[in-house]
């Protein structure tokens, strides 16, 4: 099946007490939202007028008054969304046209996108649109700072969402965007009160199933950016594998958390078996420190680049776009991740793309 044939689905995160239940009941109302599968953690957090419409399972499918359809994630969520999506099937109800999943506020959004790319019934039904995160203003800054949990999931956002914004001032809040924008300075922030916000804002934040707006999925411009080092000998395994240890960088938190952002530019096109031993490797050296991926590729050899998408180890099958999505034919990496200094992502990318036959690639036992 064709990306585009796939129902879009965002993540809706953020820690406690950022307002996603005060969003989610604004956002079901919207036309917009008609069709769509909720899936939550607990029913009674929703609080809209809804009817059981499916058997069974108890309360494995709701319909809620405004059209949309609820179901919660009882223990593992493919199993829940394939129960949900059995029942409305059997009830004859219209097909689901997208998807949210609300998160806990303790949770890591990386086991979910995990899932979301790695379940094969998940995956051939659905796509990754976004993830969206919920920072409230009055708490975020000291939030950041004492959980790990909350700046994970500011990290890997698309969109961050500032919430109760009514309750601080101008300073407050300009502090809490400064320290998102160095956590993640792609993601866009928008405020929100109340939970008021248009669905569009929220709803469709993944890459266009055309390619078109590709530049504006990766955002690349918003990073710090790192190239190739021209003219400089690629490194040997003994100074790959020492830049793998993780980088000496200030932390961000209490925890130990190095977030860290920047975008790694390739000005020619790249030799296929040149990206997937340089990817494979820096994921099996690295995946879990990288927390999120996204790129547009162009290879040697073909017209269209490539969009990939990966979060940690895990990478969804590549998206063809058409050649105006890449007119400069500069490939563009944006990395996410904890303590990765950008060294050893080039340095390792210079060590495959030189003719070095002699030499054995660096092994993740080393």
């Known amino acids: ?97 997208r998807m949210i999943i609300e998160t806990t506020g303790l949770a890591d959004p ?57 309750l601080v001032d101008e300073e407050q809040l300009s502090r809490l965007a400064c320290q998102l924008a160095t956590i993640n300075p792609a993601a866009e922030q928008l405020q929100v009160c109340h939970g008021e916000l248009a669905a569009e804002h929220v709803i469709g934040g993944g890459l266009p199933a055309q390619g ?28 790959l594998v020492s830049m793998m240890a993780p980088a000496s960088y200030p932390t961000l938190t209490r925890h130990g958390e190095q977030i860290r952002s920047f975008c790694f530019t390739v000005e020619h096109p790249i030799e296929p078996e040149v990206l997937e031993d340089w990817l494979d490797l820096l994921m099996s050296l690295l995946g879990e420190k990288i927390l999120r991926v996204k790129a547009i590729v162009k290879i040697a050899g073909r017209e269209q680049p490539l969009a990939l998408h990966g979060v940690q180890n895990i990478f969804h099958p590549p998206v063809t776009l058409p050649a105006e999505a890449c007119p400069d034919g500069v490939s563009r990496f944006v990395f996410i991740t904890n303590g990765v200094a950008p060294e050893a992502v080039t340095r390792l990318f210079d060590y495959f793309q030189a003719p070095q036959a002699e030499q054995t690639p660096p092994s993740a036992t080393a």
């Open 1 to 97: 099946m064709h990306d585009a044939d796939l129902t879009p689905v965002t993540v809706l995160t953020g820690f406690l007490g950022s307002g996603k239940t005060t969003l989610l009941n604004y956002l079901v109302r919207q036309p917009a939202m008609r069709d769509s599968l909720v899936v939550i953690n607990e029913f009674g957090d929703i609080g809209l007028d809804h009817r059981l419409v499916a058997k069974g399972d108890e309360h494995s499918v709701v319909e809620m008054s405004s059209g949309c359809l609820c179901c919660t994630i009882r223990g593992d969520l493919s199993r829940s969304v394939q129960q949900a999506w059995e029942a409305i099937e059997h009830d004859g109800g219209r097909p689901i046209s």
């Open 110 to 166: 990386a086991p979910i996108l995990h899932t979301l790319m790695t379940d094969h019934w998940l995956a051939q039904r659905f796509r990754l649109d976004g993830v969206v995160c919920l920072v409230d203003a009055a708490n975020g800054v000291s939030t950041l700072n004492a959980h790990r949990e909350s700046q994970r999931q500011a990290a890997v956002a698309d969109r961050l969402l500032l919430t109760k914004t009514d």
């Open 212 to 239: 078109r707006r590709a530049d504006h999925w990766l955002r690349a411009a918003s990073y710090s950016q790192v190239s190739p080092a021209a003219g400089i000998s690629p490194p040997t395994q003994g100074a």
